[in-house]
């Protein structure tokens, strides 16, 4: 072949107390990046849909990716064309998603059949570039659905079944928050009270989810170690999560923010939309919205 193009969704990480080991693909909303074949040797980044993300291969995600899966292979070119579907700083996996996204357009451009784990050492080494070598994001985005972070040295990744009952509704709002500012206001360290109450708060998510059982989600989706640390950078959210929570949703920042993710029923999207809408605007600010299930399938290739 002499030209590849892969779509990797974005996703949601954390769900309340699942910091930096729970995440979950999002339907209808990702990156695409196009890999070509090119005469001169190594990895080039042709175009950015979004003028912001930086042309340069080793400081753009898609391309340290690339160029990690192809590392140690005879001198090949490739050019890389990235359309951003996902915000900036949003909370949606951004940086993630390019990153997969590049991973595996190369594999399957030049035919090496990586596995994913392979694929995901690769993301790592460019997410670890611009929001930490974490993989709450990358996982969810190449595995898809929703998937346990319980190792990266070697890599244990665990799908877990959500119920075809519970949707996502996103919210972003009209401003962004760097992940590495929102990283460094975390805590050193925790209280035991606060240890024991994520671990509880994270098995009641993940039973929560398998059963549909949302009041069970609603109960367990608090988060005593990221959120508390943050609330300064996320003004409108505080406002934003009772009105969900009075609507009906389990409603938590995913990732470093800004966007916010609630969990409800199906058919309940709307009420819930619009509740959490209405709050930001009434704090200034306006808001995109995204509802949607949960992506099965993860990144892909699709047709040119």
């Known amino acids: 072949?002499?030209?590849?193009?892969?779509?990797?969704?974005?996703?949601?990480?954390?769900?309340?107390?699942?910091?930096?080991?729970?995440?979950?693909?999002?339907?209808?909303?990702?990156?695409v990046v196009t890999a070509r074949r090119v005469g001169a040797p190594g990895v080039r980044v042709a175009s950015v849909s979004d003028p912001r993300i930086p042309l340069a291969a080793d400081r753009n995600t898609a391309a340290v990716a690339a160029a990690a899966v192809l590392r140690g292979l005879p001198a090949v070119g490739v050019e890389l064309a990235i359309e951003k579907g996902l915000p900036l700083a949003g909370g949606l996996g951004g940086s993630?998603?390019?990153?997969?996204?590049?991973?595996?357009?190369?594999?399957?451009?030049?035919?090496?059949?990586?596995?994913?784990?392979?694929?995901?050492?690769?993301?790592?080494?460019?997410?670890?570039?611009?929001?930490?070598?974490?993989?709450?994001?990358?996982?969810?985005?190449?595995?898809?659905?929703?998937?346990?972070?319980?190792?990266?040295?070697?890599?244990?990744?665990?799908?877990?079944?959500?119920?075809?009952?519970?949707?996502?509704?996103?919210?972003?709002?009209?401003?962004?928050?760097?992940?590495?500012?929102?990283?460094?206001?975390?805590?050193?360290?925790?209280?035991?009270?606060?240890?024991?109450?994520?671990?509880?708060?994270l098995a009641g998510v993940l039973a929560g989810l398998e059963q549909g059982d949302l009041d069970l989600v609603r109960a367990s989706m608090s988060d005593r170690i990221a959120e508390p640390a943050r609330l300064a950078l996320y003004p409108g959210y505080v406002e934003a999560r009772a009105a969900g929570w009075d609507a009906g949703a389990g409603v938590a920042v995913s990732g470093a923010g800004p966007t916010v993710m609630a969990i409800v029923r199906a058919g309940d999207e709307g009420a819930v939309a619009s509740a959490m809408q209405q709050a930001y605007a009434r704090a200034g600010f306006e808001t995109t919205l995204h509802a949607a299930a949960i992506d099965p399938l993860g990144a892909r290739v699709v047709p040119a």
Request: charged share 15%; glycine share 10%.
């Open 1 to 31: 072949m002499d030209a590849v193009r892969v779509y990797a969704p974005g996703s949601v990480s954390n769900l309340g107390p699942g910091f930096d080991c729970l995440g979950a693909a999002v339907a209808g909303k990702g990156d």
């Open 96 to 201: 993630a998603a390019s990153a997969v996204a590049g991973a595996l357009a190369v594999s399957a451009l030049f035919g090496l059949e990586a596995p994913r784990e392979a694929l995901l050492a690769a993301a790592l080494e460019a997410e670890a570039l611009v929001a930490g070598r974490h993989a709450d994001n990358i996982a969810p985005c190449l595995w898809g659905g929703l998937v346990l972070v319980l190792g990266l040295d070697p890599p244990l990744i665990v799908p877990r079944p959500v119920h075809p009952g519970l949707r996502l509704v996103l919210l972003t709002p009209s401003y962004s928050v760097e992940t590495a500012r929102a990283r460094a206001v975390l805590p050193a360290q925790v209280s035991r009270a606060d240890a024991i109450a994520q671990a509880a708060g």
